[in-house]
């Protein structure tokens, strides 16, 4: 690289010395082709010499090299205006989203005067519900420990028994899962109850995610 | 404590069960034979050695229908959080058109405008249309809470106290006592114990029932010996296993007798079951919220 650059240097002296040879009235040929094609020869030759010196190892590079550089550099520059153009759009979740006109100024409540009674009342209460709750809590862990605890204690005793039905006993069940059940209601079902006719449309949005491939 | 509660166990048990070992006794008169008969076990023990013999027993429960009643601490709370919600929220279409409807009203009575904001919503007032809605809401009778069975008290009903669990108890003829406990069968070689509980519900039932087993496991176990006079070589006492069961459908009054089986709840298991049957370990399984 360094020769070539010399050789380049060179070929631009050999340049300016032949506009400055131009300029001057008479032809002086003999000393200054001399001197240019002898800088002109040296130039040719520390090409030469340049090239076939680090010819092999780098006529391989320039090729394969700078081809590869640039495929990876196109890759890359696709992936980018990839990503750019479409980022992964997320399924929205419509409960979080507040609809625009739901905050507007007129749908604002006026601020309520919660006087100071009525605010020391709703902490009090609150405190009593959070000590309710954890009593709740700790009964319903006890509960179930309990529960835990008596079914350990008869699978060890029906080990004591016999070997063959306690494996059977904690053999898992395929059939009990997924079970399903429905929960209580607030009043019991109408037997017979007819509910009335009609007709509803459904315009849930159904969103389908797009995954992008890397 | 595990271990002076299960001698108190044997202490009780063994004046109490009496009539239960009558019972068993009975089947292990006809089933000694049988066990001499199949090979390859020893005789007169089904269990290949343990003086215990195994019993599969049946909770059968129907989970609750409706809620539970709310505690006053829970009726204020939910007032409470109602209250805040409502302050913190914004104003929905219905109550700004409530307040329009109102701003006009009052212009109207002020005499300024009076037929030039006419428009073509005066026909229907949010008023009106609350008291529709009021109107077709109590149109709607729902099913009382508090049924006929619990009226009168209907044991054998299943419709009886909607908001808890029921558990199904049999009244047994042991010896000279009747007692009543949950059905249960003798365990038989091949079948394992949750077999043996199925088997019980079948037998019981004669199949019109439909329950949903919670699983291989025994939930608790109960283990008694049988009075001395009883007890043979091979059978000091019994381990009864229980197994927990969902009811999906189905009830027993078509295939017992009246008086003969009674779903209870909770606190009046103490009324049916002996208290100290009642008051051991086994509890633990009837430990239904």
């Known amino acids: ?214 | 404590m595990a271990a002076p509660m299960r001698k108190m166990l044997h202490g009780t048990a063994r004046s109490l069960e009496c009539p239960w070992r009558l019972r068993t006794l009975c089947a292990a008169a006809t089933a000694a034979p049988a066990a001499a008969a199949t090979p390859g076990k020893s005789a007169a023990s089904p269990n290949g050695g343990s003086p215990w013999r195994l019993l599969g027993a049946l909770c059968l429960q129907r989970p609750p229908v409706i809620s539970q009643p709310l505690s006053p601490l829970q009726v204020e709370m939910a007032e409470l959080l109602e209250q805040i919600e409502v302050e913190k929220s914004r104003y929905s279409d219905h109550e700004i058109r409530a307040l329009e409807e109102a701003q006009r009203l009052e212009r109207k009575k002020a005499d300024i405008y009076d037929s030039d904001d006419d428009d073509e919503k005066d026909i229907l007032l949010v008023q009106d249309l609350e008291d529709t809605w009021e109107q077709k809401f109590l149109q709607f009778k729902p099913e009382p809470r508090v049924t006929e069975a619990d009226k009168k008290n209907d044991q054998t009903s299943l419709h009886r106290k909607l908001d808890q669990n029921l558990v199904l108890l049999v009244k047994e003829k042991l010896g000279d006592q009747e007692t009543w406990m949950l059905p249960y069968a003798e365990w038989q070689v091949g079948e394992t114990l949750r077999g043996t509980a199925e088997r019980a519900l079948a037998t019981l039932s004669q199949n019109s029932v439909e329950a949903k087993f919670l699983g291989n496991a025994p939930c608790g176990y109960y283990k008694f010996k049988f009075p001395q006079a009883f007890r043979t070589e091979n059978s000091i006492g019994a381990k009864v296993f229980f197994f927990k069961a969902l009811l999906q459908s189905g009830n027993l009054s078509q295939a017992r007798k009246k008086n003969d089986h009674a779903w209870v709840s909770k606190e009046e298991l103490g009324d049916y079951l002996k208290p100290k049957y009642l008051a051991q370990k086994t509890v633990a399984v009837f430990q239904f919220a």
């Not at chain 1, 709740?136 to 309990?146: D, H, L, N, V, Y």
């Not at chain 1, 037997?191 to 995610?209: H, L, S």
């Open chain 1, 1 to 214: 690289m360094a020769a070539l650059g010399a050789a380049a240097r060179a070929l631009a002296l050999q340049g300016r010395s032949g506009g400055l040879r131009a300029c001057l009235p008479r032809p002086c040929w003999p000393h200054a082709p001399g001197r240019e094609s002898h800088l002109w020869a040296t130039a040719l030759l520390s090409l030469r010499a340049a090239l076939p010196v680090r010819g092999e190892p780098l006529r391989k590079k320039k090729k394969v090299d700078p081809r590869k550089e640039q495929a990876a550099k196109d890759r890359l520059k696709k992936k980018i205006k990839k990503l750019e153009k479409v980022s992964q759009e997320l399924i929205p979740i419509e409960d979080f989203i507040t609809p625009v006109k739901y905050l507007q100024e007129e749908r604002q409540r006026p601020e309520p005067e919660v006087p100071f009674e009525v605010s020391e009342r709703r902490t009090l209460l609150m405190k009593k519900w959070t000590l309710y709750k954890q009593q709740e809590a700790e009964a319903e862990q006890k509960k179930i420990r309990s529960m835990l605890e008596a079914q350990q204690e008869a699978l060890r005793e029906l080990r004591q028994e016999s070997e063959l039905l306690y494996q059977a006993a904690i053999r898992r069940d395929d059939s009990l899962f997924p079970f399903e059940k429905e929960g209580p209601t607030y009043t019991p079902a109408t037997p017979g109850y007819q509910a009335p006719e009609g007709k509803y449309n459904d315009v849930t949005k159904v969103y389908v995610q797009v995954v992008h491939k890397r």
